[in-house]
Nanobody
Framework: QLQACGGGLVQVGGSLTLSCACS????????MGWFRQAQGKERELVAG????????YYRDSVKGRFTVSGDSAKNTVFLQMDNLKPEDTAVYYC?????????????????WGQGTLVTVSS
């Protein structure tokens, strides 16, 4: 129901835009999170939109560089990533939480897209 794409290989300072296309659910009715998991590390919430336009969240390490947005017509959530750093290298996932605000807790999300790999080379 969630299809994430847009990852790839980019140089330090470059940009990528990830997309999360939703089918079978209307993303505005869910809190939508973007998580990432680097090799050997736990999955963490990096950005997201609370349901019904109830604000956005950014992890401190990505503030000012990442922007999350949604397109209702396309039923798609985006993660614009600018000024990428090597430490942003990870598999990125989109996830939908039914009810409540965004949480940095995997179990709080009922729906997950497949991961898309972002590699930032120096």
């Amino acid at each position: 129901q969630l299809q994430a794409c847009g990852g790839g290989l980019v140089q330090v300072g470059g940009s990528l835009t990830l997309s999360c296309a939703c089918s079978g659910l209307t993303f505005r009715r869910y809190s939508m999170g973007w998580f990432r998991q680097a090799q050997g590390k736990e999955r963490e919430l990096v950005a997201g939109i609370n349901r019904s336009g109830g604000g956005t969240y950014y992890r401190d390490s990505v503030k000012g560089r990442f922007t999350v947005s949604g397109d209702s017509a396309k039923n798609t959530v985006f993660l614009q990533m600018d000024n990428l750093k090597p430490e942003d290298t990870a598999v990125y996932y989109c996830a939908a939480r039914n009810g409540g605000l965004l949480m940095d807790l995997e179990n709080a999300y009922a729906y997950w897209g497949q991961g898309t790999l972002v590699t930032v080379s120096s």
